[in-house]
């Protein structure tokens, strides 16, 4: 596709999503509905509010170009001619008032009915990043509302897994053991709902050692929310580590952590998925986005092949 039809696309979208997007402009443009939170414990934690409630305002001063105004929100202008068709008809004017998105994307109308699901596979879009610049939508069956963020233009985020994920070779406990919950949208089997698991739910004996999967700096050790007592490690090329629920922390903000080193015990605190004691483990990856969850199970899978 060339850029003619890159741009007659982003204005077709505009032509139908420009009066929701400017709703304080227009007394009679619908408010956007962001559909009611409902999942795992630990994903409330890091749950953002939704892209489309971030919207700022810019107002064109002398001297400024698309290219500057982008940079000056680290975004790109493709992003800015997608939520702003008077950018795409001239050059910017002094006194314009634009909008500005949080990040790299575009906003899209969807027909009535569709689903996170659809959305996300219509798009080849990453179920996390779409659940998670879309304020945590409560599942992926649930119908979305009249407009949805698309994280990334000119961004792929169809990647299954970070690069050199291997470099993470230990295993959080003394031994392998059964997953309780698994990472993504799934039925809990206790709530008996569709959620999104940000991690896996690795089921052992309160008191069971906990040990780093691979050496890095202690970017948090305390309580948390829901989490209860945390450790997370911030590890080389952008990878981080988190052990949730433990019942005591061995080790403090900012220490130096070695591969397989004693981090704390498995417990039950916070808000955990189940009532036996667990481990909650979780790996992201450091993205345009912040923190996005990686399926551990891709990792794990190559520990024990």
């Given at each position: 596709m060339n850029s003619q039809s890159y741009l007659y696309?982003?204005?077709?979208?505009l032509w139908f999503i420009n009066p929701l997007l400017?709703?304080?402009?227009?007394?009679?443009?619908?408010?956007?509905?962001i559909p009611t939170p409902s999942i795992s414990e630990e994903a409330k934690e890091v749950c953002p509010l939704p892209a489309l409630s971030?919207?700022?305002r810019h107002t064109i001063t002398t001297g400024e170009t698309i290219e500057t105004i982008a940079q000056k929100y680290n975004l790109i202008p493709p992003t800015l001619l997608a939520f702003n068709r008077v950018l795409q008809k001239s050059p910017p004017t002094v006194g314009t008032e634009i909008i500005i998105p949080p990040y790299n994307g575009i906003a899209v109308k969807v027909p009535t009915g569709t689903t996170w699901k659809n959305v996300a596979e219509n798009y080849n879009i990453r179920a996390d990043a779409l659940y998670e610049v879309n304020g945590c939508p409560q599942t992926l069956e649930q119908q979305t509302p009249e407009v949805v963020f698309l994280p990334g233009v000119n961004w792929s985020p169809g990647r299954k897994t970070p690069p050199q994920i291997s470099s993470l070779k230990g295993y959080p406990l003394p031994f392998e053991t059964r997953v309780i919950l698994g990472y993504g949208w799934l039925l809990h089997p206790i709530k008996n709902q569709v959620v999104f698991h940000s991690g896996l739910d690795l089921i052992a004996n309160s008191g069971t050692s906990v040990f780093s999967v691979g050496e890095?700096?202690?970017a948090f050790a305390g309580k948390?929310?829901?989490?209860g007592n945390l450790v997370v490690i911030n590890h080389a090329a952008g990878k981080q580590t988190r052990y949730a629920h433990l019942d005591s922390i061995n080790v403090k903000t900012g220490q130096k952590i070695a591969q397989a080193e004693l981090l704390g015990t498995v417990g039950q605190t916070g808000k955990p998925d189940f009532e036996e004691a667990h481990l909650h483990f979780e790996i992201r990856y450091n993205s345009p986005f912040g923190w996005v969850a990686e399926n551990p199970n891709s990792y794990i899978e190559v520990i024990f092949k």
């Open positions: 696309l982003f204005t077709t979208l400017l709703m304080q402009a227009n007394a009679q443009s619908q408010p956007m509905k971030r919207l700022q890095g700096i202690v948390q929310g829901n989490y």
